[in-house]
Structure formats: structure tokens, C-alpha cells
């Protein structure tokens, strides 16, 4: 699976963004699909994750009532729409995925097989 992640750039706090994680493969709905985000000078770190029926989510509690993940197996990508953005938000986001296991939940970066390039979500105060 190849991942393309895109639709960073740069708003103002309380304004959204939508993220998308475009895949290759016919299989990508086998797969679990996580968000990481990595800030200058500190380590990656979970997001979001969601199954691959989309109906299972999972979100770091930073982010819990703020963003939204949600997938279109169809057109083969995952979304992660951000609301409320802090400058805190600011960073590096990437996307990964994994093929599903019947874990409840994927929340580590060793989980994942696959990754995308990254884009940059910058939040101006």
C-alpha cells in the first residue's frame, strides 16, 4: 500500500482543515488507517485511528471533540477533518496504515507497516 497525504497548510485558530490520506491498492479497505502528527523538536504522536469499516474510531484525547477521521473505501482515502484548530495542532501529520487484525484499536506508531509523506498543518495564533 502507498500512502499520499495532503491538505495541510496554514489556518487560524478556531478554523478547520480537512487532511486526506489517498491509497493505492485494491485492498485498502483490509486496512486500519491511523493520523500521527509530529511537532518541531518533539516525538511522533498518535492522532486518530479508524477500522477498516470505518465504523470504529479512536482519538487521542487532545484531539477528542475536535476532529473527525472518516474513510470512503470507494475512492480509497481516509479523511481527518480538524475543527477548532490550536496552534498547538501545528505540525507534521502523516498518515499510516496497517492491515486489520481484529485489534480493538491501533494507537502506536510500531503498528503500522505503511506511511505516507507527511504535511504540514501550521495554526497561527
Known amino acids: 500500500v502507498q500512502l499520499q497525504a495532503s491538505g495541510g497548510g496554514l489556518v487560524q485558530a478556531g478554523g478547520s482543515l480537512r487532511l486526506s490520506c489517498a491509497a493505492s491498492?485494491?485492498?485498502?479497505?483490509?486496512?486500519?488507517v491511523g493520523w500521527f502528527r509530529q511537532a518541531p523538536g518533539e516525538a511522533r504522536k498518535f492522532v486518530s485511528t479508524i477500522k477498516p469499516s470505518g465504523v470504529s474510531t479512536y482519538y487521542a484525547d487532545s484531539v477528542k471533540g475536535r476532529f473527525t477521521v472518516s474513510r470512503d473505501n470507494a475512492k480509497n482515502t481516509v479523511y481527518l477533518q480538524m475543527s477548532s484548530l490550536k496552534p498547538e495542532d501545528t505540525a507534521v501529520y502523516y498518515c499510516?496504515?496497517?492491515?486489520?487484525?481484529?485489534?480493538?484499536?491501533?494507537?502506536?506508531?510500531?503498528?503500522?507497516?505503511?506511511w505516507g509523506q507527511g504535511t504540514l498543518v501550521t495554526v497561527s495564533s
Open positions: 499510516a496504515a496497517r492491515e486489520n487484525n481484529g485489534a480493538a484499536y491501533y494507537s502506536y506508531d510500531y503498528d503500522y507497516n505503511y
Open positions: 491498492g485494491r485492498t485498502f479497505s483490509r486496512y486500519a
